[in-house]
């Protein structure tokens, strides 16, 4: 310490019979769960551990020496098992206060003195609001505080990580379900007529793949002399027609790329196979059957397309192919992909320095409690003083 430095030029300029009790000029500076030291001296040196010490915050007793002891009776509850004076220095006039686990409500000025010894020591300690203080306060209340905070917080994130990506995948269903909805009431609902039914689950493909997209009538009927088509939104993207493909209005998009299983057309199944599969093409698709008896002539089914892994390569994709706009479109499922993955590298972000500030935590209490226990041996020895009448006099201040 510098100022332990400043105090000693003080000594040899101060040369008086009787010694004075010396603070400190500069205010001491702590942290919120530190430890830190009260420095005061005797100027000349001289041995006060024969002689009682006093330490106080304006009218709080904040420690006590007597008779070759601590004596802590009287001790503001604020300072209990957190106070320790340096015994072995007592004899060359240091009765520093060592405080441990600093709180905000330490900070203010502090006086030591030696009743023997008119002159009173001034030290100022500042605490420092530390952002560590926010999630891990000192005491050990504070720490345990600090650790429900974190997992309340924790708890927080997750639930509203889980309810984001539960809202996507409804709307995604939803999308898809419009007709696949339906399948269970189908059961029960014994008309004879069929119903166009897509899928639930949005289907998955990677650039470059052929796909199938499912799409059936239930109960199974021959559609192969009906008209059936295939659109994304406005865009059309395969017909059938008189037993056989139309594909006179087919968007550009979709060429040489579309085939219904015609085989399949008499047994109610009209899926879409697709071929070498784009980011374009991700999106909802409806199968329509518009001449069916049924209300529901319509199912539907999402496509998500995912890159070949390498996301540069997908962020440059978007880039030439179109323009990147796809990466605003919340729905789809690359939209749903990429808030799990961001979900879940914030969640482990989070459990790691949740993780670390408990950890850190740990090692500075248990720092702590390793200075104190020797203190606490010395706190049990002064109760047997409490007898004595001397002590009896200084109780009734
Ligand atoms: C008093 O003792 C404390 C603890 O050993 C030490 O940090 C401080 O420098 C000492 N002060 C003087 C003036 O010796
Ligand atoms: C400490 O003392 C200074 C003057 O010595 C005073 O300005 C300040 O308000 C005091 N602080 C407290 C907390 O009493």
Avoid at 67 to 94: C, I, P, V, W
Avoid at 295 to 317: H, I, P, Y
Wanted: proline content about 4%; hydrophobic content about 30%; aromatic content about 6%.
């Amino acid at each position: 310490m510098n100022f332990t430095f400043l105090v000693f030029l003080f000594l040899t300029v101060n040369v008086t019979d009787e010694s004075d009790v010396i603070g400190s000029h500069e205010p001491v500076k702590a942290t919120v769960g530190q430890d830190v030291i009260l420095p005061c001296h005797l100027g000349p040196p001289s041995d006060v551990s024969t002689l009682t010490v006093e330490w106080r915050q304006d009218e709080k007793q904040v420690h006590r020496y007597r008779s070759g002891k601590d004596y802590l009776a009287l001790q503001d509850e604020n300072f209990k098992d957190r106070t320790s004076l340096f015994h072995e220095e007592m004899s060359r006039g240091n009765i520093s206060l060592k405080l441990t686990k600093v709180t905000e409500r330490d900070a203010g000025n502090y006086t030591c003195f030696v009743p023997r010894l008119v002159k009173r020591g001034k030290v100022t300690l500042i605490v420092d609001h530390d952002q560590e203080k926010i999630l891990t306060p000192a005491d050990g209340r504070g720490f345990s505080r600090g650790a429900v905070v974190g997992i309340v917080f924790g708890i927080l994130v997750i639930v509203g990580i889980g309810l984001f990506v539960w809202k996507k995948y409804r709307k995604t269903e939803q999308n898809a379900g419009d007709g696949g909805g339906r399948q269970e009431d189908e059961e029960d609902n014994k008309s004879e007529e069929s119903d166009v039914i897509g899928s639930h689950e949005p289907v998955k493909a990677t650039v470059g793949q052929d796909v199938i997209l499912p799409c059936h009538l239930e109960p199974p009927f021959d559609v192969s002399t009906l008209t059936v088509e295939w659109k994304q939104d406005e865009k059309q993207v395969h017909r059938y027609r008189s037993g056989a493909d139309d594909l006179v209005d087919q968007d550009k998009n979709y060429k040489d790329r579309t085939s219904l299983f015609h085989e399949e057309m008499t047994r109610g199944n009209i899926s879409l196979k697709l071929t070498k599969v784009t980011e374009r093409d991700a999106g909802t698709y409806t199968c329509h059957v518009p001449k069916l008896p049924s209300q529901v002539k319509r199912g539907k089914v999402t496509l998500t397309v995912e890159s070949v892994d390498d996301a540069d390569k997908r962020r440059q994709t978007n880039k030439t192919v179109h323009g990147g706009d796809e990466i605003l479109t919340p729905a789809d499922g690359r939209g749903l992909s990429r808030a799990v993955v961001v979900g879940t590298v914030i969640l482990i972000l989070f459990i790691v320095g949740i993780g670390l500030l408990v950890w850190k935590k740990y090692r500075k209490t248990e720092q702590n409690a390793g200075d104190g226990g020797g203190r606490q041996e010395d706190e049990e020895d002064d109760d047997q003083v409490n007898s004595s009448p001397n002590v009896q006099r200084r109780r009734r201040r």
